[in-house]
């Protein structure tokens, strides 16, 4: 799950893709981390961990990681929160193999619309909420199809 500082987003939607993969017995790892380095280290949004909070999900743990090309080796599905994510992780991709295991995460529900899911950095607590809800809905598609092995 990738996003542009990996403190609001995508910590959110690996939080989220944690609890769905314990709820349909999927045996996968999930990760975060972002584009840019502007938060390596730091704990997610305290609006982020407190929308999670409420649906009985921790991520006060994490940490703010920056995407490495190694990752493509690491991961078999890289997610992209927006198009531009979408770029700055195509720009990293060595090959073809890399390229295809890049995807905007909202295609899962919306395939070819190019919708994505917003930053809620600069608004408040319900805009979090908002993320969550898009997030919920997205991971839960993406575990039903992770489950039928359809990726």
Known sequence: ????????RSPIAEGVMRQKIEEYGIDAEVNSCGTASYHIGEAPDYRGIQTLNNYDID???????????????????????D???????AAKARNQKDMEKIKLLMDETYPGKQKIVPDPYYGNISDFQNVFQLLEKVCDTLSNTLQNKAI
């Not at 198009?83 to 992780?89: D, I, R």
């Open 83 to 89: 198009t531009s994510n979408y770029s700055n992780l």
């Open 1 to 8: 799950m990738v996003c542009l500082g990996n403190i609001c």
């Open 59 to 81: 991520i006060s743990q994490h940490q703010g990681q920056q995407f490495t090309v190694s990752d493509f080796d690491t991961y078999d599905l890289i997610f992209a929160m």
